[in-house]
């Protein structure tokens, strides 16, 4: 489905054996130099809460839940907070003259085509689109001659499988106040591949795939989430499958999201002074969703090709995958789809979800048919992948059948 997956699977063994190059920063040579850290006394220390010690600067904000609201998986990690997967970031409430975010790289910074993509919103306007080409950068939000009240949020917009990337603090004028922005009722995550992460959806079928044309946030899971006024999770690594990435021949397993469930992300670069994502375990308590909603079986499908035992394969890791979740998130209805980019595995989708109810006895375990995508009407992305107006069409599908789960009204 996907060329660059070659190349991601290479630079993946490459990190694992240790016969890598710049990609794999393991050596203390290859450690990005620390954050600024404005009036930060030695003898502070930044936890999840707070910070113990003497406070910052004036107008200096730490990464903390008394001043910013996270979304999607984070991690405060020496006083910098790191984001890996899509349409991960914070938001909060702004009042003030001038707000700036002091960010930080990963080791990826260099390397053009993975360097990891970003956006500013103010009240849900644009204001900034870029990437972190530099290890430690400073971007402006906003600014004005009088205080100004704003919701601020900071996404990224790629994915986990190129890059992480951090927040070391946000700098504001001496009189402002931010205040982390409230919980929705609702709470979603979404595990899938790169039709989740909005691989290349900014881009044609005449481009080649890069981060500055990658967008979780206008790809169908984001608009989800949006329509449904609901917090979000992505959970998406390009390529991957549930027993297979995508092949043209043997089994990639490599490539099986369920290894990576429960981990922070799966960047080949190091974050955190040379730590990898896939070393460091994710807190599920962190976020709680009420609905799952898995999408994989598309990078599958080029593996089992309608053959009968490797789509029993593919059920079995399925099933086993389900049981993981469940285990992961006790209370949430789980959602099962497919389709988008063909529905040729779906019969499996329907057998995982049968075969694990019967077993399990838990009936809180749906499947559910996406459309797939009319390229005549809207086109192709980069590799063939959903373009915004598929994308959007399959969020309208989503909803509506979000909707009648949480109503009771859907039917089996």
Not at 301 to 326: H, I, M, W
């Amino acid at each position: 489905m996907k060329k660059r997956f070659y190349c991601i699977l290479l630079c993946l063994v490459l990190c694992i054996t240790g016969c890598g190059g710049k990609t794999s920063t393991d050596d203390s040579s290859e450690k990005l130099p620390e954050g600024p850290k404005p009036g930060l006394p030695e003898q502070a220390e930044i936890t999840e809460e707070g910070m113990t010690g003497k406070i910052y600067d004036k107008g200096v904000f730490l990464m903390t839940k008394n001043n910013v609201k996270r979304i999607g998986r984070t991690m405060l990690a020496n006083d910098v907070l790191w984001f890996s997967f899509s349409a991960s970031g914070v938001e909060f409430e702004f009042t003030g003259k001038k707000c700036t975010f002091d960010l930080k790289s990963d080791s990826i910074f260099a390397e053009t085509n993975h360097q990891a993509r970003y956006a500013v919103y103010v009240d849900d306007e644009i204001v900034v689109t870029d990437v972190l080409d530099k290890p430690l950068k400073s971007v402006e939000a906003f600014t004005s001659d009088k205080a100004e009240t704003h919701i601020i949020r900071l996404l990224k917009l790629s994915e986990t499988s190129d890059s992480t990337m951090g927040i070391t603090h946000i700098t504001c004028d001496e009189e402002a106040v931010i205040k982390p922005t409230a919980d929705k009722k609702l709470k979603i995550e979404f595990v899938g591949d790169s039709i989740t992460c909005g691989y290349g959806v900014e881009g044609t079928l005449k481009d080649t795939y890069s981060t500055h044309n990658e967008n979780a946030t206008r790809a169908y899971a984001y608009k989800t989430a949006k329509k449904l006024d609901a917090d979000y999770s992505l959970v998406s690594l390009s390529g991957y499958g549930i027993i297979s990435g995508y092949t043209s021949g043997d089994k990639v397993e490599v490539q099986q999201l369920p290894k990576y469930y429960d981990k922070f992300g799966n960047s080949y670069g190091s974050f955190n002074l040379g730590k990898k994502p896939r070393e460091t375990d994710w807190d599920f308590s962190k976020f709680t969703p009420d609905i799952v909603v898995i999408n994989l079986g598309t990078n599958d499908n080029s593996y089992t090709k309608n053959d009968p035992a490797k789509c029993e394969e593919y059920v079995q890791g399925y099933v086993s995958f389900l049981k993981t979740v469940r285990e992961k998130n006790p209370d949430a209805t789980i959602l099962c789809v497919l389709g988008v980019m063909g529905q040729e595995l779906y019969p499996s989708v329907e057998e995982t979800v049968r075969r694990y109810t019967e077993e399990t006895k838990d009936d809180k375990v749906y499947s559910f048919k996406l459309d797939v995508q009319d390229a005549g009407k809207n086109g192709y992305a980069v590799d063939y992948h959903p373009t915004e107006a598929s994308h959007e069409h399959a969020s309208d599908q989503m909803v509506e059948v979000i909707n009648s789960i949480l109503a009771g009204t859907f039917n089996k």
